[in-house]
């Protein structure tokens, strides 16, 4: 397998593990008023994820370094034509940082209030955009000859990224919910899975039909296959949220969205960025990639620190895998 190949693999691998770990921490963003009536549900909602926030954060940076690293016309096209949307997620996931830190710092619930809400923006948009930007990698943009986005903003605001952007939203508050019930106890836990066992339907309808245009635009069997997969595992999870199974609902979940990205990443090869104007104007993973050299040492870096980083993020995880109840959080 040559090594293009590998690293566009890998950075599919990033993108799914950022999506999977990143969704549910973006979903409880979004649902904090949602399920949070006073101050203590609230805290307890922001505590389910306190400790693992940031470090899901690190995925995107990596992935990020990745692709500029190893592809860097696909990073250089990416960053300059996704300009406006990248920026918004930016500054959306520093405020949403900002707030996690500030939301305490006075005994207001006005000042708690609007970090409150500063969180659910934080969220939201990045759930949206990060769906939108990939409908929109996938569909295809209008590259030139010189492979520089020849498009404007509104050309990305097309009704199939729209679905997709939709979709991530969607597919983010299920995951959420589920995550919010798997670590919670109480009236909590059990408002959680209501709620999650409510929103399923939805994100099946939502999902498929995105999945589904995916399919008939591209005919690609393998991203098929995998979409049929995905499309099974959110239908396994609307049984297991109904059961009130929420470990395997969160695996169903997880697997869902980790498939989805799989299939997106594997119709879209060989190519890394189609153009719409002509098929000879498109990014591939020949085209956009650095020197042999460079992914040879590229590779050996990521052989050696990867797992170091994955044994570190798992204990994480596996230290603070107890559930909370609210009647543990201070009035």
Same mark, same amino acid.
């Given at each position: 397998m040559e090594l293009t190949t590998v690293w566009f693999a890998l950075i599919a691998i990033l993108w799914a593990g950022y999506f999977l770990l990143e969704g549910f921490d973006f979903g409880v963003g979004m649902?904090?008023?949602?399920?949070?009536?006073?101050?203590?549900?609230?805290?307890? /909602?922001? =505590?389910?994820?306190?400790? $693992?926030?940031?470090?899901?954060?690190?995925?995107?940076? &990596?992935?990020? @370094? !990745?692709? *500029?690293?190893?592809?860097?016309?696909?990073?250089?096209?990416?960053?300059?034509?996704?300009?406006?949307p990248l920026l918004i997620i930016l500054?959306?996931?520093?405020?949403?940082?900002?707030?996690?830190?500030?939301?305490?710092?006075?005994?207001?619930?006005?000042?708690?209030?609007?970090?409150?809400?500063?969180?659910?923006?934080g969220s939201l948009l990045p759930a949206i955009l990060w769906g939108v930007a990939f409908g929109?990698?996938?569909?295809?943009?209008?590259?030139?000859?010189?492979?520089?986005?020849?498009?404007?903003?509104?050309? /990305?605001? =097309?009704?199939?990224?729209? $679905?997709?952007?939709?979709?991530?939203?969607?597919?983010? &508050?299920?995951? @959420? !919910?589920? *995550?919010?019930?798997?670590?919670?106890?109480?009236?909590?836990r059990q408002r959680?899975?209501?709620?999650?066992?409510?929103?399923?339907?939805?994100?099946?309808?939502?999902?498929?039909?995105?999945?589904?245009?995916?399919?008939?635009a591209h005919h690609d069997g393998g991203g098929l296959a995998l979409f049929v997969a995905a499309a099974l595992a959110l239908a396994g999870a609307v049984v297991l949220t109904r059961l009130r199974r929420e470990g395997w609902a969160f695996l169903a979940t997880g697997a869902t969205i980790v498939l989805a990205v799989f299939g997106l990443f594997v119709t879209l090869f060989p190519d890394v960025m189609p153009s719409t104007i002509a098929d000879a104007n498109s990014l591939t993973v020949h085209n956009a990639s650095s020197t042999p050299y460079t992914l040879k040492v590229m590779t050996w870096v990521a052989v050696f620190?990867?797992?170091?980083?994955?044994?570190?993020?798992?204990?994480?995880y596996w230290v603070f895998r107890k559930r909370l109840s609210v009647e543990k959080i201070p009035a």
């Open positions: 649902l904090l008023p949602v399920l949070g009536r006073d101050n203590r549900e609230r805290r307890l /909602l922001i =505590n389910t994820i306190g400790p $693992v926030w940031d470090g899901n954060e690190v995925w995107v940076i &990596v992935a990020g @370094g !990745a692709t *500029f690293a190893a592809f860097p016309e696909w990073y250089a096209t990416l960053f300059s034509g996704f300009y406006l500054v959306a996931l520093i405020i949403r940082g900002v707030a996690f830190e500030y939301r305490g710092k006075r005994d207001e619930d006005r000042w708690r209030r609007r970090w409150d809400w500063c969180i659910v923006a929109n990698i996938v569909r295809g943009v209008r590259l030139d000859a010189q492979h520089e986005y020849a498009g404007t903003f509104f050309d /990305l605001l =097309n009704p199939y990224a729209l $679905v997709g952007g939709l979709t991530t939203f969607v597919l983010f &508050v299920l995951h @959420g !919910a589920v *995550f919010i019930a798997l670590k919670t106890d109480g009236e909590m959680s899975g209501a709620l999650a066992a409510r929103i399923a339907p939805a994100a099946v309808v939502v999902a498929g039909a995105f999945l589904a245009w995916t399919a008939i620190f990867t797992p170091i980083v994955l044994l570190y993020q798992g204990w994480t």
